[in-house]
């Protein structure tokens, strides 16, 4: 990959941004809440927003909100992540690490199918 | 937590809850003075002195969801592990600057760790703050590299185009890695 640094390429990088989610008409919002409270950093969240991150950027997906809460109370289920897609209520895992991480991007984000075995039900 | 940088990115989660505008982490790798200087300092709604004494007790919270709170406390034993220290400076309505020394050259000072992912983290997940990131390196012949970040300027040139578009992505953890990488000691393997 070459050296990208100048805020002169950001431009560049910005617009080629914008057209590209003008394209793909994302259909409605899709969110992903990685817990960030002491529990989950201590648990590895920090991986697996690295992971989703990285997932983003290797299959180029647009239009995905990646944002953070703090500890939800299931201290023991960190690092843990939700996921809401449009409308559809928000679904809840637990002991997402990178691997489930990227798996849950996959098919869940990417492909509307929920991973059944990391759901937590609350 | 196993790294430094895990810890100020708990440290600087408070800070966002503290509902700051601006944050600032800044981290010093100082071989001529054997020190290791992290220090986040944030104008969010700050603490009394009687909270900013409790919140250093792993038994105190302002959470609701549970009844420890081990962020900071974790933070205050590293660094005194480390022949450290740790102080906490707030004020209501101006912020907090929480600050932890450690020996550089300690046994028990854990490694300061993945510094680029820890910024990136805080990036994504708090867009709506001005974030100042700042690494320096002084080096045993004094000699001194820093690299500074700031997220203003990088939110400026966006506009309205979210950090998490993959391009996006790409330029700015390239821009924090290559940043941290080339100011990052060079003597020293953690």
Known sequence: MPAIKSF?????IREEALQKKQMKA?????QVIVAMGTCGIAAGARDTMKSVLNYIENEKVSG????????????EQEPIMQVVLGDQPKVVYGKVNAQVAEKIM???VQHGQPVKENIIQI | MREIALHLLDIAEN???AASKNVSIQVHEDLLRDRLTACVIDNGRGMDAETARQVQDPFYTTRTTRKVGLGI??????AEQADGSFSLQSEPGKGTRVEAEFRHSNIDRM???DLSSTFLTMLIAHPEIDWTFMYQVTEKDSQSRDFVFESAELKSELQDVSLTEPEVLTFVRGLLEEGIEAAALQTVAE
């Open chain 1, 106 to 108: 996959k098919q869940h």
């Open chain 2, 111 to 113: 490694p300061l760790g």
């Open chain 1, 64 to 75: 995905v909100t990646v944002t953070q809460t703090g500890c939800i109370g299931l201290c």
């Open chain 2, 73 to 78: 406390p974790l933070l205050k034993l590293a």
């Open chain 2, 15 to 17: 800070s966002a809850a």
């Open chain 1, 8 to 12: 002169d390429e950001l431009k560049r």
């Open chain 1, 26 to 30: 994302t259909p409605g919002n899709v």
